[in-house]
Structures are given as C-alpha cells and as structure tokens.
C-alpha cells in the first residue's frame, strides 16, 4: 500500500491508481485464507493515505473497497467459473470514488475538477482502470498458484 501511495502522479486520468491499488487488493485477497484479508490490505492503504496525504476521505475510500472486494469475493469463490466474474465486480467498486464526489457535489455543493470532461468520462476510467488491475491481480495469483502446486 505503501508503493501505491507513493507513486500518485497528475496524468489527468480519473481511476489511473486503480490499476495499482485493485491490483494489490485482488491479489491478496485470492492469495490469502483469511476471509477478511482484503480489509486488512484496505486498511493499510487507510493508514497510508492518512499519514502521506492527510486525506481522510481517501482512507475511507481504499478501506470500503476492500470490504466490498471480500465480500464480492466470498459470493463469487463458490464456484471456479463464476471467479472469472471477480474483475468486472471490482471494476464497479472502483466507481465508489465518482460516486462519493457526486454525492459530495449534490448535497455539500463541492467542487471537484474530475468532471470537467463531463460526468461520465470518470466513471467509465474508473470503471476500466479498476477492472483491468484486477484482472492483473486475479491472474498474477492464479499464476502463482499454478507454479506452486
């Protein structure tokens, strides 16, 4: 989490870190045995953003999607075909971060420059960025598990 938060540059890319971060949390929530090990990676990446951003919106942020990746985790592992679906899922939970500005731009009248090229564009970057990590998470352990056995 901490190489996540250290390599945070202005691409003017919305969902850009996904690929990293969604990467990370996938990873180790398929890698570990712990049901809960993707709220633990979150809440490393909570401590991160905390300490070298001092943005406590950030920390909820990286802490609510690993609650949701364990939990889209647990219903899709009952079946090895349905596991597939795990990228897609993860690429809708990235969308958190659009949706929270949206809400923050609705109800508190916040300003935020992540739609200044409309309201869509950053919910469909999210959307790909988050996907596309997971899937390199979701195949970087299948990877390693067919090494291991």
Not at 131 to 146: D, E, T
């Amino acid at each position: 989490m901490l190489l996540h938060e250290s390599f945070r540059y202005g691409l003017d890319l919305p969902g850009r870190q996904g690929l990293t971060l969604m990467a990370i949390l996938v990873f180790v929530r398929c890698a570990s045995p712990y049901n809960y090990s993707s709220t633990l990676a979150g809440a490393g990446g909570l401590v991160a953003a905390l300490i070298w951003r001092d943005n406590p919106t950030a920390a909820v942020i990286v802490l609510s999607q690993g609650i949701f990746i364990d939990l889209l985790y647990r219903q899709l592992s009952r079946s090895p075909i349905t596991l597939w679906l795990l990228p897609v899922g993860v690429g809708f939970i990235h969308m958190i971060k659009p949706m929270l500005k949206v809400g923050l731009m609705v109800v508190a009248g916040i300003e935020t420059d992540s739609f200044r090229h409309g309201l869509a564009y950053p919910f469909i970057t999210h959307f790909l960025f988050g996907g596309v990590g997971a899937l390199i998470g979701f195949m970087a352990w299948r990877s390693l598990k067919k090494h291991t056995q």
